[in-house]
């Protein structure tokens, strides 16, 4: 089973709070692609949650911010390569679900330009927050329910290949974080090092 494990409260400067969201691979007959992309739908909401509770000011809530542009791009990459073409055939809504897709993609755009400490960030979180509330509450109500029609067995496999995905993708994020925390590094160096050179005055 996917497990979810909740986050240290908000604030905590030493923190990455939405570190502790990220789920483990499904296991069994619970692993089903239902369930997968059900439980990352509340990956996500916590995420929500704790960008909205998080103070404004400081690096906490850009973390947060980060780990939620980077969980909502997973989601659409893994449900558009696997779950969206293996549902076509039972469900009418795919075409509409891609279009909603796109649209939270320019929302959270927007959203990543703007100053958390803002008001208008504020309201901006709160109108993406709806949007995906309700990209994610008609897939679980109405597509996911069209999904059952294709049978446990496909779900348990398409739930495992989502899984792996999803896990995938994560490990590959991780990876270019890391390059890009030495490359900053490296250039933090190189700007000490020519202050030192060539200093001032």
Request: hydrophobic content about 40%.
């Amino acid at each position: 089973m996917i497990a979810i494990r909740r986050p240290a409260p908000p604030g905590d400067p030493e923190r990455v709070p939405a570190e502790a969201l990220h789920s483990t691979a499904p296991a069994g007959e619970d692993g089903d692609a239902v369930h997968v992309l059900t439980l990352h739908h509340e990956v996500m909401r916590t995420l929500f949650d704790l960008a909205a509770a998080t103070p404004p000011e400081g690096e906490a809530r850009l973390a947060v911010l980060d780990e939620l542009a980077g969980e909502m791009d997973m989601h659409e990459k893994i449900e558009h390569e696997i779950f969206y073409p293996a549902v076509r055939r039972v469900t009418g809504m795919v075409p509409a679900a891609g279009a909603e897709h796109r649209q939270l993609a320019d929302q959270l755009a927007i959203l990543l330009t703007l100053d958390t400490a803002s008001a208008e960030f504020d309201s901006h979180l709160r109108a993406l927050r709806n949007a995906v509330e309700h990209h994610a509450g008609t897939e679980e109500r109405e597509m996911f329910a069209a999904a059952r029609s294709l049978g446990r067995t496909e779900l348990l496999r398409l739930g495992r290949e989502l899984a792996d995905r999803l896990e995938e993708l994560r490990r590959a994020r991780t990876q270019r974080l890391i390059r890009l925390g030495r490359q900053v590094a490296l250039e933090r160096g190189r700007g000490r090092l020519g202050r030192a050179v060539h200093p001032r005055g």
